[in-house]
């Protein structure tokens, strides 16, 4: 192998293989040469003299080379390239506990579905860009979102609307629940399916696609001897509560029987919907519920 710097390359690639931060092309001048934007896109130029570095770096130095003060073009330094594209780089979500390691191209498609990357906020209620884990979710929600948290399996909410004409898009997280040591969130939207308003009742599964498989959860509305009722697979909150809606994967109660379920003169909107979640290998009507 050549040399850059002073440092053979595999020396470098030795060193290297246990970083897990970003690099930058520090102090060129002074003879290092670290490889840069390993994490970025790897291009790197070179100027007349062959003095090499990375294309971020170029606009910091005003398109001038810092070792011998030339004026850089827009040479490829491709044996660079090279040797920075065969590193093996961890993922760089090592801190919040992937293992893996990988090649740089291989590593940028693994990172983008890798288990351990950053959940999006699920709060429905508006558009919150907070980013984190599940524990540190579930307390974002508690404490800046002010959802209600609650422990056990099986669940019984009223909603009450007096105006049940105003179905624009409307959308509520009713409750975070404890079971199983996993977390679920229970929506419930009002919205036009087409020309016609709806209700609908959805869960969805604070932890990957995978996990959210190994449960199962019912719901069901009704009054006046009649009854719907819905069975399905929670979603993983990898998936927003919007795509949830928009492909109908949940218990989806029209306007006039929601009026219907509520009695009365049919004016004000009186909907109970209860409810149970269950592990999937167990029978939904045997299943020992948490508590």
Not at 44 to 51: A, D, E, T
Not at 237 to 258: C, T
């Amino acid at each position: 192998m050549g040399s850059f710097g002073g440092q053979s390359a595999g020396s470098k690639y030795a060193k290297l293989k246990g970083i897990g931060v970003s690099l930058s092309c520090g102090e060129i001048g002074k003879g290092k040469r670290v490889f840069v934007a390993i994490y970025n896109k790897l291009v790197f130029l070179q100027c007349h003299n062959g003095h090499t570095l990375c294309s971020t770096c170029k606009t910091r130095v005003h398109n001038r080379c810092p070792t011998c003060r030339q004026e850089l073009g827009d040479i490829r330094c491709l044996a660079l390239e090279k040797v920075a594209e065969s590193l093996e780089l961890p993922c760089k979500y090592c801190s919040l506990g992937c293992p893996e390691i990988f090649p740089y191209y291989s590593k940028l498609k693994h990172e983008s579905q890798c288990n351990f990357r950053p959940y999006n906020c699920p709060y429905a209620g508006s558009e919150c860009s907070v980013l984190g884990d599940i524990p540190f979710l579930v307390a974002h929600l508690r404490d800046d979102h002010k959802v209600d948290m609650h422990s056990g399996c099986t669940f019984n909410h009223r909603y009450v609307k007096s105006n049940p004409r105003e179905v624009e898009n409307a959308t509520w997280m009713l409750t975070v629940f404890n079971c199983f040591g996993q977390y679920f969130c229970l929506h419930f939207e009002a919205f036009q399916l087409g020309m016609a308003p709806v209700y609908m009742a959805f869960l969805r599964f604070m932890g990957d696609e995978t996990d959210a498989r190994n449960y199962s959860y019912s719901l069901e509305v009704g009054a006046n001897g009649r009854k719907l009722i819905w069975e399905g697979t929670p979603r993983s909150i990898r998936d927003s509560h919007r795509k949830v809606r928009d492909s109908h994967d949940g218990l989806i109660i029209q306007r006039n029987m929601a009026l219907f379920f509520s009695g009365g003169d049919r004016k004000e909107l009186k909907l109970r919907v209860t409810g149970r979640i269950w592990k999937e290998q167990q029978n939904p009507d045997t299943a020992n519920l948490c508590s």
